[in-house]
């Protein structure tokens, strides 16, 4: 009877040294359970093979660990995707590991084991997990207050632009009264659902459900772009909403 065991890799980050450990790892089990095999069978067939797809489109495959040598492709280009497969067909064994970058394509992140012999599969799975479980969780805030930050982002820009519109208007006409409330700021509010949809989009960016670290030092921004951020939505963002707020309320109680 033949067994199966996955699991679904989530909110993780995956630096060059995580992908080589659980590659060497993959290929230790792999090669254990090859000499088990050739004990019986000199001649299993089995297939060992490695993949990395990089962001130019370049697609690399080997039956070796040299794609991930130090200076090798993980250091030197953006990498995409990631795939690690090990099959032993005449005893129905497979051993998957997938790992793509959410900023690209997302879907499909997991680690596969399937054999006959349940000891081995129960215990090859939770040797990968564990090695899985090791790497750094990916911050919450992409995923839990996404919806929050657009929203006061784009509230925020559809509010900016109605004002210096309406502003500029009062100015040039004597009879026009500016104000938080008037009814003439209400279709600069398709500014702000215009802001929330491209503020999500981009903080979606910043923080990808998997995000694999790779490529030169100058040319992994995300960091960068992270800090800069939430240096934006602290020191201005956040701000300029509570004055905002509390101008409307203001504007509320003198009426």
């Excluded at 495959?61 to 130090?70: E, H, R, Y």
């Excluded at 900023?103 to 564990?130: A, H, K, M, Q």
């Excluded at 800069?228 to 409307?248: H, Q, Y």
Aim: hydrophobic share 40%; aromatic share 12%.
């Amino acid at each position: 009877m033949k067994e199966k065991r996955s699991f679904e890799i989530k909110s993780k980050i995956v630096t060059p040294a995580d992908v080589r450990r659980i590659a060497n790892l993959f290929y230790d089990i792999s090669s254990e359970y090859v000499n088990s095999v050739q004990k019986n069978d000199p001649n299993a067939d089995y297939r060992r093979g490695f993949k990395v797809v990089t962001t130019d489109g370049t697609e690399y495959s080997t039956a070796t660990l040299d794609i991930f040598k130090s200076e090798g492709i993980l250091d030197s280009k953006n990498v995409q995707e990631i795939e690690m497969s090990f099959w032993v067909y005449k005893l129905n064994t497979d051993i998957s590991i997938r790992l793509r970058d959410s900023r690209y394509n997302g879907w499909g992140n997991r680690i596969s084991v399937e054999g006959i012999e349940s000891t081995w599969v129960s215990g090859t799975f939770s040797r990968l997990l564990e090695c899985v479980n090791s790497w750094k969780n990916q911050s919450s805030i992409g995923k839990k207050y996404k919806w929050l930050i657009s929203v006061l982002i784009g509230l925020l820009l559809g509010w900016a632009i109605g004002t210096v519109v309406l502003s500029i208007i009062s100015v040039f006409s004597a009879k026009f009264e500016f104000s938080w409330l008037s009814p003439y700021l209400i279709p600069f509010m398709g500014f702000a659902g215009f802001g929330t949809f491209v503020a999500e989009h981009y903080i979606t960016k910043l923080w990808p459900e998997i995000e694999i670290v790779s490529g030169p030092e100058h040319s992994r921004e995300l960091s960068k772009k992270r800090r800069r951020i939430t240096f934006v939505l602290t020191a201005i963002v956040l701000p300029l909403t509570l004055g905002v707020l509390g101008s409307i309320i203001g504007t509320i109680i003198a009426k």
